[in-house]
């Protein structure tokens, strides 16, 4: 019942609750295993409809004056041209890598690269649907009835990729996903990924995120599923740096087996108005790790939301989180992170950190770490921090002949350091502290 009192009913909501029964004419085409998720999140929809901050894990992020800036809903228009320029904004210099763009989170084999990997299958979430791997994950893991946005982007979702690593294929090179929304008018886009990961299989995934859309609103609600058979290991980059015109809400649900191995490397820049980021991890076999590492850089009047949750539901696994954030001027951000140690998931091991630097006066942030343990063997810790400069380095930096600015670039960059040092990729870690300078001024 408290949904059915707190959801936000919107206008966007009203287009979402008209666009299906339209879209349901138009999906015909559809295997009936999609037909019928479709169905079940449009009913899961309908009752929850946009979370208002009544909601306890939207109790610090108030979408209201998003909600009513008057977004249409995205319509099925084949773009046919992408600025090249755009293409090249997120792309990481020295990179040795395979490019594959996604417009308006369609796959776009004509501005991608060929991916000549053996044991590799890459298309359109349309073009994968009689593929068994397929069938055997797509929209098996989201809990539609606790995720809003979720459950909107299962029932409504157009355009998607759709990636598969056969066992015991090792990607030598990454996939840097390069997502280009563009648009001339205010849209609400809802874009759709699956990547399932085969036995001991290997790759690195990069996601960059880019708009054109002129001055356009464009509200982007991403789900993204990801599946790691047995032995698996994936290495997961998100890069995000948008512009104010774009808000983000993105849900990824990752599925761990046995032996599998799942790092996550999240960056957030200055700029995307909005950006709210779950990430849940699922550790159902013995012998999973996970290592989730982000840092975020906000400025001017930006909400960051992150939050993440860590299921262990089986013996000798092993989690580590650590966020670290850095606030400027009027921005405000907010991380919730959630361990779950199930009752059977004895000799786990499971650290959660969040540790914030506040340099703006009407900066503000919310932080808390969760831990929820059912069983009795077990070593779990979380922790979070607020804190300034440290004047004390800062002076002697200064009184070292180093200029304020450059002074306080080097501190932020020794406090990101410990989530940036991770970073496997020294490309990606160089890019990302460029980034970080760029932030900075």
């Avoid at 929809?45 to 995205?74: C, H, M, Q």
């Avoid at 870690?429 to 001024?441: D, M, P, S």
């Amino acid at each position: 019942m408290e949904n059915s009192i707190t959801q936000i009913n919107s206008s966007l909501y009203d287009q979402c609750i008209a666009d299906y029964a339209l879209r349901a004419s138009l999906t015909s085409g559809e295997t009936a295993e999609v037909i019928a998720l479709r169905e079940q999140a449009f009913q899961h929809f309908k009752k929850l409809g946009f979370p208002s901050t009544k909601v306890e894990d939207w109790k610090y992020t108030n979408l209201i004056p998003a909600l009513k800036e008057g977004f249409e809903l995205e319509q099925d228009e084949e773009v046919l041209s992408v600025k090249d320029a755009v293409i090249a904004k997120a792309a990481i210099q020295l990179l040795d890598c395979y490019h594959i763009v996604l417009v308006n989170g369609k796959y776009r084999a004509d501005l991608s690269d060929a991916v000549p990997v053996e044991g590799l299958y890459l298309s359109s979430l349309s073009d994968a649907a009689g593929k068994p791997a397929f069938k055997q994950h797509f929209g098996k893991y989201i809990d539609l009835e606790k995720f809003h946005f979720a459950a909107a982007n299962t029932a409504l979702f157009r355009n998607g990729l759709f990636i598969e690593v056969k066992r015991n294929t090792v990607v030598e090179k990454p996939l840097h996903l390069i997502h280009i929304t563009t648009t001339g008018a205010p849209t609400f886009f809802q874009p759709r990924q699956l990547f399932v990961m085969g036995t001991s299989s290997s790759i690195s995934i990069i996601e960059s995120y880019a708009t054109d859309t002129n001055g356009a609103q464009v509200f982007i609600n991403n789900v993204s599923e990801i599946v790691l058979q047995e032995n698996a290991q994936v290495q997961h980059y998100y890069i995000q740096a948008g512009d104010e015109h774009a808000r983000y809400v993105h849900h990824t649900e990752v599925y761990q087996q046995a032996n599998s191995v799942y790092n996550n490397y999240k960056a957030s820049f200055p700029g995307t108005s909005l950006w709210r980021n779950n990430l849940n991890v699922a550790l159902d076999g013995e012998n999973v790790e996970s290592h989730l590492y982000g840092i975020y850089l906000a400025g001017g009047r930006q909400l960051v939301d992150n939050h993440t949750i860590v299921d262990h539901r089986k013996p000798h696994c092993n989690s580590n989180e650590l966020y670290k954030g850095v606030m400027k001027d009027e921005a405000a951000g907010v991380f919730n992170g959630k361990i779950f140690v199930r009752k059977d998931a004895q000799k786990t091991n499971a650290f959660q950190q969040n540790n914030n630097m506040i340099l703006g006066r009407k900066a503000v942030m919310d932080s808390k770490p969760q831990l929820e343990i059912f069983a009795d063997d077990v070593k779990c810790s979380h922790g979070s921090t607020m804190g300034q400069f440290n004047q004390e380095a800062l002076f002697y930096l200064k009184s070292r002949g180093i200029g304020e600015e450059k002074a306080r670039a080097l501190l932020i960059h020794a406090f990101a350091f410990d989530v940036t040092e991770k970073i496997p990729l020294p490309e990606v870690q160089t890019h990302i502290n460029a980034l970080i300078e760029q932030g900075l001024k």
